[in-house]
């Protein structure tokens, strides 16, 4: 009997005990899932969607969020935060196996996933790759810049969370459109990583960029028109156009107000360049001003050596990071300038044929020819 009434009190006291502890994981989960919590993660996640998995008869929905890959039962279970595993990308390898099939391979386990296109599988292989990039990497330099808020988003579309820069442009920037700064060229954009490139940022860049975005776009994005204005989902050839309009023509910058008065310019320049004005050097190098021209003291003969007597060191660091750069509109190259400015007085189409005309390099044959 005694046994009897020590075994129901045990089972009463595991019942209660469980579900003590069911309400307190759910209230913990509900916690930690807060609105603002779920608003950052969902700004974290680079790619999401069904995915066949190898060994399951159904299809599995995978999240890349940050430097994680989450494995859910479905978009509802991911939802409610229900999870069937995650994995380190810091362990993780990605590499395409078939038409449609990739392997993520872990030291413990791989994955073999298959997706409905060829272009589908490209397209996750690429952001898994950049998920083990992001693990392998710091965020200690993204860290600092993000500490103002306007780097949060990208100075060109707005996207959250960008992990790259122009150093010499000062911008931060996210990965679409670092790609299209790349290949402007380095006269026109230096692109580097935030968290892959640790030795370039210096305490000084890092304190350069602390303007923020939203400061230097009143100068490279002051006169945007809402219908050129790049949004996170625009297309590469609309990202293409905008990013060579407002940095290669400086087509949206305000205008200095010495604008085309090159000596005024190089004159205002040597004299910010003692102040702590970065953003008003900013604005006399790319309306003009010369990075190198002579200040007339044989003394201090350049901008930066100016800015290194008087001990501006955020301006020698933009300084130096200028001293080639092309400047907007200044672009031999820019065919899109030229060709406006030149009226076209004919079109049409051609034959092209081979040349009856001897090269200048070939030898004449002997005997006349």
Avoid at 256 to 277: P, R, Y
Wanted: include cysteine; proline fraction near 3%.
């Amino acid at each position: 009997m005694c046994v009897c009434v020590c075994v129901c009190v045990c089972v009463c006291v595991c019942v209660s005990v469980r579900e003590e502890w069911v309400s307190v994981l759910k209230e913990t989960i509900q916690q930690r899932r807060s609105s603002m919590e779920m608003s950052l993660m969902n700004s974290l996640i680079s790619k999401q969607g069904y995915l066949e998995m190898n060994g399951l008869r159904s299809k599995v929905y995978v999240v890349i969020c940050a430097d994680r890959v989450f494995l859910y039962g479905n978009a509802e279970e991911h939802s409610q935060g229900v999870g069937i595993t995650y994995i380190e990308m810091n362990v993780g390898t990605v590499k395409s196996t078939d038409k449609r099939s990739f392997n993520l391979t872990t030291f413990y386990r791989t994955f073999s996933f298959l997706a409905e296109s060829a272009q589908q599988r490209d397209q996750w292989v690429e952001a898994l790759q950049d998920c083990v990039s992001r693990s392998l990497s710091s965020d200690v330099v993204a860290q600092k810049i993000w500490a103002v808020e306007a780097n949060q988003r990208c100075a060109d579309c707005g996207a959250p969370h960008p992990d790259w820069a122009s150093v010499n442009l000062c911008v931060v920037l996210c990965k679409c459109c670092a790609g299209v700064h790349r290949g402007l060229g380095q006269s026109v954009s230096k692109v580097r990583s935030l968290r892959m490139d640790e030795k370039v940022w210096t305490d000084n860049l890092i304190q350069v960029f602390l303007l923020g975005n939203n400061r230097v776009n009143l100068f490279w994005a002051a006169n945007t028109p809402p219908s050129e204005a790049l949004q996170p989902s625009s297309d590469s050839e609309k990202r293409q156009r905008f990013v060579s309009a407002k940095y290669c023509q400086g087509k949206y910058r305000r205008y200095h107000a010495l604008f085309g008065q090159q000596e005024a310019l190089n004159k205002a320049l040597c004299s910010t360049v003692q102040t702590d004005d970065v953003l008003e050097t900013l604005s006399l190098v790319f309306c003009g001003a010369d990075v190198n021209c002579y200040t007339g003291d044989p003394e201090l003969p350049s901008p930066v050596s100016v800015a290194q007597h008087y001990g501006q060191i955020l301006q020698v660091e933009f300084l130096t990071h200028n001293h080639n750069t092309d400047l907007p509109g200044s672009r031999a190259g820019n065919h899109t300038l030229l060709e406006a400015a030149l009226p076209v007085s004919h079109t049409g189409y051609l034959f092209k044929t081979a040349s009856s005309i001897r090269p200048v390099t070939e030898c004449k044959a002997k005997g006349g020819g």
